[in-house]
């Protein structure tokens, strides 16, 4: 997509390089609960969230690449998710 970051120096470990604000962050977690209040279905509150706001994510979206969905996925597949909150 022709977007990276790349070091010029060397890098100290634990060398913090950029901080991005959480509301600049869309996720599942960052998309917040149903109406009713609960939790419910994380992509599904995502797939909300980037509806309402599709024109603020469009450049990041465009350079998206299709990829399969975690719900078709093989169980050794599955497995690389453990430890996310896709788990």
């Known amino acids: 997509a022709g977007y990276g970051c790349v070091a010029l120096q060397p890098l100290r470990r634990g ?13 599942a977690t960052s998309a917040g609960a149903d109406a009713d209040g609960t939790d419910g279905d994380c992509q599904r509150r995502l797939a909300l969230a980037l509806l309402e706001a599709t024109a603020d994510w469009a450049p990041f979206l465009a350079m998206l690449t299709p990829a399969r969905c975690p719900w078709v996925w093989s169980e050794s597949e599955r497995r690389q998710l453990d430890g996310t909150e896709l788990e």
């Open 15 to 27: 060398e913090e390089l950029f901080r991005v604000p959480r509301a600049a962050c869309l996720g």
